[in-house]
């Protein structure tokens, strides 16, 4: 268990609703709501933090969730209770992960590896548990190719990543060089924020985080 990035995390977590901001959460919902409509099957979602995409997700699924805060973690079960259907929360490392390998159908993540510290290994460490041919979800926020958006989140992330994310990480290459088959990036605003799909190649590499 990374303890530090843990520690970072749960003291973020009594104020994390305020600062993912209510109106940002009304923009994007329609979008997560369309993202997360493909959900069937044994899912994953990787860091469920306080519960805010609950709301999004469609009724009758069963979900494993993990998230390295426990506070984090406590926050979201009043969500977690209201859903219409089964989420099963778990503190859990997505570098150390529990579960054996091919476990989920399809694995989902939302605002997530802007902040794993080590992207490539944990989107490896996914791969390990989700089936050959799984498929892979992500609503993500990175970095910009243009200026003057690349240097502005470049110099933002020097203060952000010791609250919380990293603004400026080149999420889509990360998916690529961690093993997975790329089928769709939706650009949602400008190049920042973004919709990616990706498979679990049928025909599997060493796999490790």
């Known amino acids: ?74 926050v979201a079960q009043p969500r977690i209770d209201a859903y219409d259907g089964t989420i099963e929360a778990r503190v859990m490392d997505v570098h150390d992960m529990g579960f054996e390998d091919a476990t989920f159908d399809q694995v989902f993540t939302s605002c997530t590896f802007c902040s794993v510290p080590n992207p490539v290994g944990g989107l490896r460490a996914l791969r390990r548990v989700l089936k050959p041919g799984g498929e892979l979800f992500m609503f993500e926020h990175t970095g910009s190719r243009y200026y003057p958006f690349r240097i502005m989140m470049d110099l933002m992330t020097q203060i952000s990543r010791k609250l919380g994310p990293d603004m400026n990480r080149p999420t889509v290459n990360n998916v690529r060089a961690a093993g997975y088959q790329i089928t769709e990036v939706n650009h949602l605003f400008l190049d920042v924020v973004k919709i990616i799909r990706a498979v679990n190649p049928a025909v599997q590499d060493s796999v490790s985080g």
């Not at 530090?4 to 997560?32: I, Y």
């Open 1 to 74: 268990m990374d303890t530090r990035t843990q520690a970072k995390w749960d003291k973020a977590a009594p104020n994390f609703d305020l600062m993912a901001g209510r109106g940002a959460e009304t923009r994007w919902r329609p979008f997560k709501e369309k993202l997360f409509s493909h959900m069937e099957g044994r899912i994953l979602f990787m860091a469920l933090g306080t519960g805010l995409d609950i709301e999004a997700f469609p009724p009758g699924q069963t979900i494993t969730a993990i998230d390295i805060s426990p506070k984090m973690l406590e």
